[in-house]
């Protein structure tokens, strides 16, 4: 299933890729796994430097599939939580 969820990412990146950009040769990876009452979540990056990153959900029950596509704007470091 892994190997499936990379695919679906790297189709979607390609489709969706902005055109006027010259891409080169770039890698797909899963940040993070999990696998709850039958359900599967990953986490999916890139190599590219556009700040997008993929979230692909498996339910279990229905036999499908979901693609959701983000892309960060800001990382912030709160410090004081405990106030």
């Known amino acids: 299933m892994k190997k ?4 679906i990412v790297q189709e979607y990146v390609l489709s ?20 709850i009452l039958g359900h ?3 986490l999916i990056s890139t190599t590219l430097p ?13 036999k499908e599939l979901y693609l959701d596509a983000y892309k960060k704007f800001e990382h912030n470091c709160i410090t004081s939580v405990n106030d």
């Open 4 to 7: 499936k969820v990379l695919n």
């Open 50 to 62: 556009d700040g997008m990153y993929y979230e692909v959900t498996y339910n279990s029950i229905k």
């Open 16 to 35: 969706h890729i902005d055109k006027t950009t010259p891409i080169s040769e770039f890698e797909i990876f899963e940040v993070w796994h999990c696998y």
């Open 40 to 42: 599967e979540k990953w």
